[in-house]
């Protein structure tokens, strides 16, 4: 039973605490390290995390000497002058970064959720669902915390081991390159974050044994700590550093492109908004809470006659009202929100750090219902609602992109209203026209316009066509529109893994990384049904022109990403690749430098019709399959270093994609191809090395 007698458990407040540190900051804290430590970032973490532990120390230091509550002991110690400008300070500062919160808080609504829907609603919404939740106490909210604290976590989790088929672990190298300032720099800013521990202090008048407290808040940094490296590791390897530092919420970023094994769930951004939601709104109605009872004690020296309820129900409405203000005004402003952030990094963190290290070194079941009832059911409403319903929405499979005059248009129209509003939540593909893909000035813009504009999903992926238009049309031809015939041949048919096909998304962190080759899917038309007849190449942000399917499935297969590489040979039989686990590997002799290309799989040898040829072993026969398998090989790693040197010789194209892996592999040639990485091609002599474990022969 709901026992309200406004006491917590050890439990509880581990599980308040994880969420007042976890929401905010896996919003913001990977943009700010993508901009500062980069491929550091991790350690940039270790320091932020450290930080917070010798903080908490100090913090624990206190506990012994407040008898009653924080407020209290400030008065105590600092006298009534002292005491009451310092509580005064600390009210400042949960009213404004609850104002900082209610304001992202909206904001990742509107721009994730709700891109039609009013600020203002959005806004309302959340601050009466704050008031409620005040109104409940802090036992109430910590036990709903409790319980739904694992139904959170673990689809975080869940998450999280799915978008690892999606890191590319060269993104983390090469490691040790930032600047130590740098680094020290995104520690200060994950501290930054971590550094509402502080509430700790608060929660002592409000837990059943202090004891327990700091060991929970103990657990709940390193917990916190742990999920913001994996994260950030993830993170690093989806987007790379240059790419991340560019992005606004990363995290809801990977989650939007993230599919759940078994395709079953699409919306995977809209699921996982339920973390922040619980998350920020735990960090929001904290800081009310705690700023709400600072002013009542305030008010208490003004008003000393008023009762103590109405002054509590006083204290929270101005509070509230604070609070909206305040996001009001960082969202009519971005001077106000710079000012915020400077003023949080400056000034705002320093004083809730300086306070105790100067205080150290001197000498009811229903409302639980209820309570749940009202964080539920504004969530699925948010989810839901909107301008326009579900009837009176176009949803495009595909669309065609001939030129920037004919985006701006479509984008202007969407926007311009009428009987019908375009969704483009649920796009598959996108076919953009070969000579927009050369225009780098114009494939920029169209790329700055689609990341501002937001409305079309980042895993959309991306085909180039003579006519795009044409290749649209198609639909009329197929059962089924043209972007559904093509992602089900992307994902479910070819053998090329769907991770290698580009994305939006890809060119958007292409855009700031520049290290990778990609090969974009060049669409025609046969038997009226739309199929890819060769590759674009983008090397490095840059056009390439376009190479056969035969050169890019090497390109694929050499970078473990397609299933089954079929190879022809002179005799008229068919070798089929499988299996890859290849490697790329540096080296320089002679001052020449070479990349060689380790191509470790399996083999299938077919005949002419099809036919799996197959031989079996016996004594007499062992040596001849030996001498045939070596002659397989050779012709096969013959084949592969023609194809290989032929389109690096003719366009310049290197099949390995060995730039990417650079910076782990050749600090000092990573640092000198930085400055001039269109020599990279040229100074490189590539070579493959074929090692074939036989199925049949």
């Not at 506990?63 to 005064?88: D, E, I």
């Not at 689609?450 to 197929?478: F, H």
């Amino acid at each position: 039973m709901f026992s309200e007698n406004n006491r917590i458990s050890g439990r509880q407040t581990f599980r308040l605490l994880t969420y007042d540190l976890l929401g905010l900051s896996t919003l913001l804290v990977p943009t700010v390290l993508g901009q500062t430590a980069g491929r550091d970032g991790v350690f940039s973490i270790a320091i932020g995390v450290g930080a917070a532990l010798l903080y908490l120390k100090v913090l624990k230091s206190l506990a012994p000497k407040m008898g009653g509550s924080y407020a209290q002991y400030l008065r105590q110690r600092l006298g009534k002058v002292g005491g009451s400008l310092v509580q005064t300070c600390y009210l400042l500062y949960f009213v404004l970064l609850a104002g900082y919160t209610a304001y992202l808080f909206a904001d990742v609504v509107l721009s994730e959720l709700l891109r039609e829907e009013s600020f203002y609603l959005v806004l309302v919404i959340l601050v009466l669902l704050t008031a409620y939740g005040l109104w409940g106490g802090i036992e109430g909210r910590a036990r709903i915390y409790e319980m739904l604290f694992w139904f959170l976590l673990i689809p975080l989790f869940v998450m999280l081991f799915s978008a690892l088929s999606g890191v590319e672990t060269d993104y983390w190298s090469p490691v040790f390159f930032t600047d130590v300032t740098r680094i020290a720099e995104g520690g200060y800013y994950v501290f930054l974050c971590l550094s509402v521990i502080f509430l700790s202090l608060f929660l002592c008048e409000y837990v059943e044994k202090r004891e327990p407290l700091f060991r929970e808040a103990h657990r709940a940094l390193l917990l916190v700590g742990g999920i913001h490296v994996v994260l950030y590791l993830i993170l690093l390897g989806s987007f790379g550093a240059d790419a991340l530092g560019t992005m606004e919420y990363p995290a809801v970023t990977l989650m939007s492109t993230v599919q759940i094994v078994g395709g079953f769930l699409k919306r995977t951004d809209a699921l996982m908004f339920g973390i922040w939601f619980f998350t920020m709104y735990a960090l929001l109605n904290s800081c009310c809470f705690y700023g709400s009872s600072l002013l009542s004690r305030l008010s208490c020296r003004i008003l000393p006659r008023t009762k103590e309820q109405t002054r509590v129900r006083c204290a929270m409405a101005a509070v509230l009202l604070g609070v909206f203000a305040v996001a009001c005004c960082f969202y009519r402003s971005r001077v106000c929100f710079a000012w915020y952030e400077w003023f949080l990094w400056h000034i705002a963190t320093p004083f809730v750090v300086i306070v105790p290290l100067a205080l150290a070194a001197g000498k009811g079941e229903r409302r639980m219902t209820a309570l749940a009832l009202c964080l539920a059911v504004p969530g699925l409403a948010l989810t839901g609602c909107n301008t326009a319903e579900l009837e009176d929405r176009n949803f495009p499979i595909e669309i065609a992109v001939e030129s920037m005059d004919a985006v701006e248009s479509m984008l202007a129209s969407d926007e311009g209203g009428g009987n019908r509003v375009t969704d483009y939540s649920h796009l598959k593909v996108m076919v953009i026209d070969r000579g927009f893909l050369d225009n780098k000035e114009e494939m920029q813009e169209l790329l700055d316009l689609l990341a501002e504009k937001r409305e079309l999903p980042r895993n959309t992926y991306i085909v180039a066509a003579d006519e795009p238009e044409k290749i649209v049309a198609l639909s009329g031809e197929l059962d089924e529109p043209v972007g559904t015939y093509l992602e089900e041949q992307f994902e479910n048919v070819s053998q090329i893994k769907k991770q290698a096909y580009p994305t939006l998304g890809t060119l958007y962190k292409e855009r700031a990384n520049q290290t990778e080759t990609l090969y974009i899917p060049y669409v025609g038309e046969e038997d009226g049904k739309p199929a890819v007849e060769e590759y674009y190449v983008l090397k490095r942000g840059n056009p390439a022109g376009t190479v056969g399917c035969d050169a890019a499935d090497l390109a694929f297969f050499t970078d473990n990403r397609m299933r089954k590489y079929q190879i022809p040979l002179s005799d008229g039989t068919v070798v089929s690749l499988s299996s890859p686990h290849n490697e790329v590997v540096f080296r320089e002799q002679a001052g020449q430098r070479e990349i060689v290309v380790q191509v470790h799989c399996s083999g299938e040898r077919f005949g002419a019709q099809g036919d799996e040829v197959s031989n079996r072993r016996s004594a007499a026969g062992e040596k001849r399959i030996t001498q045939e398998n070596a002659t397989i090989e050779k012709e096969i790693t013959s084949y592969v270093n023609m194809l290989a040197e032929q389109t690096l010789k003719e366009q310049g194209i290197d099949l390995s994609g060995s730039y990417r892996a650079l910076g782990g592999a050749r600090r000092d040639w990573y640092l000198e191809y930085q400055r001039d990485g269109g020599q990279y091609e040229e100074d490189m002599r590539i070579t493959y090395e074929v090692d074939i474990d036989w199925v049949n022969l």
